[in-house]
């Protein structure tokens, strides 16, 4: 419960409407991206935004997402921008690699701009994992992270 003692609350609405959104997808995994797009786009429009206010730039794998969320960013076009990939562990370290210097650069980027980026990478340990992560039964990434950018684009918004 809320004290009502508070001067200002502060939240964003799940509306799409008049929202601009970036998606930029790594095309590594694509069997997955692909519905983690899917998801996301449905997302959006389901809570009022239009698909021709969604553009999707497309990478060769998640490490390169960042490159293209900045590019975007840089145009001033979107209230915000959101990352769609697939990493999953092989037999050596490098998935860790890549998993932790996405994270850490769309966050910054994020802050950078002062628009929303959000994260909608999967990080499986099998493909077991990233099937359930990518629609079925853990959910679809790319539907959160829609959702969150949707909140956060309005959240925006209000706080000014």
């Known amino acids: 419960m809320i004290d009502k003692n508070i001067g200002n609350v502060?939240?964003?609405?799940?509306?799409?409407?008049?929202l601009k959104f970036g998606i930029v997808c790594g095309r590594f995994n694509d069997f997955f991206v692909s519905r983690l797009l899917?998801?996301?786009v449905d997302a959006?429009?389901?809570h009022g935004g239009k698909a021709a206010d969604i553009s999707v730039?497309?990478?060769?794998?998640?490490?390169?997402?960042?490159?293209?969320?900045?590019?975007m960013l840089e145009t001033k076009k979107y209230d915000a921008v959101i990352a769609l990939g697939v990493v999953i562990q092989g037999a050596t370290s490098h998935a860790g690699y890549i998993n932790s210097e996405v994270?850490?650069?769309?966050?910054?980027?994020?802050?950078?701009?002062?628009?929303?980026?959000?994260?909608?990478?999967?990080?499986?340990?099998?493909?077991?994992?990233?099937?359930?992560?990518s629609?079925?039964?853990?959910?679809?990434?790319?539907?959160d992270a829609a959702l969150a950018a949707i909140e956060m684009a309005n959240l925006t918004k209000v706080i000014g």
Do not use: W
């Open 44 to 46: 959006i429009t389901r």
């Open 57 to 71: 730039a497309y990478v060769p794998g998640s490490y390169e997402i960042p490159f293209a969320i900045k590019k």
């Open 10 to 18: 502060y939240e964003g609405v799940l509306s799409a409407e008049g």
């Open 38 to 40: 899917s998801g996301a």
């Open 135 to 143: 629609g079925t039964k853990a959910g679809n990434k790319g539907v």
């Open 103 to 133: 994270a850490k650069c769309v966050a910054q980027l994020g802050l950078e701009f002062g628009v929303p980026v959000t994260y909608g990478m999967i990080t499986a340990e099998n493909l077991d994992q990233a099937i359930e992560r």
